[in-house]
């Protein structure tokens, strides 16, 4: 929303709309009352301009030595992304295509559950 911003002070309105439907949350049928409304916090979070805006990290369906990465920018870019997995002990370099994402199938050894 940066691009909407003036300089001084700003005004932000927030509609909520908690109609039931078959394929949304909320469903047709849930465990809770459905009142509407915000009913938890909401934060406005800055952000550079660049950064992840999402990830997947899965393991292989049929093979059980590899993990897919699928990594999603903020911005069209061809961009070095560096993917590191702590409980893996791995670290990879990849690169975003034009469109911003990154994808690598990295093997892993010893991998259990």
């Known amino acids: 929303m940066t691009h ?8 932000l309105v927030i509609q909520v709309n908690n109609r039931r439907t078959v394929d949304a949350i909320p ?11 915000i009913t ?4 406005l979070v800055s952000v550079p ?4 805006s999402e990830y997947q990290i899965q393991l292989d369906r ?3 030595d590899v993990v897919h990465a699928r990594i999603q920018l903020s911005e ?7 993917l590191s997995i702590p409980e893996l002990k791995k670290t990879v ?11 690598a199938d990295i093997r892993v050894k010893k991998l259990h559950s």
Do not use: I, S
């Open 4 to 11: 909407q911003l003036k300089e001084g002070d700003n005004f």
């Open 27 to 37: 469903a047709m049928t849930f465990d809770w009352w459905n009142y509407g409304g």
């Open 49 to 52: 301009r660049l950064f992840v």
């Open 93 to 103: 370099r990849l690169t975003a295509n034009t469109e911003g994402v990154a994808t």
């Open 76 to 82: 069209p870019v061809a961009k070095e992304v560096t």
């Open 40 to 43: 938890r916090d909401v934060l």
């Open 62 to 64: 049929h093979l059980p």
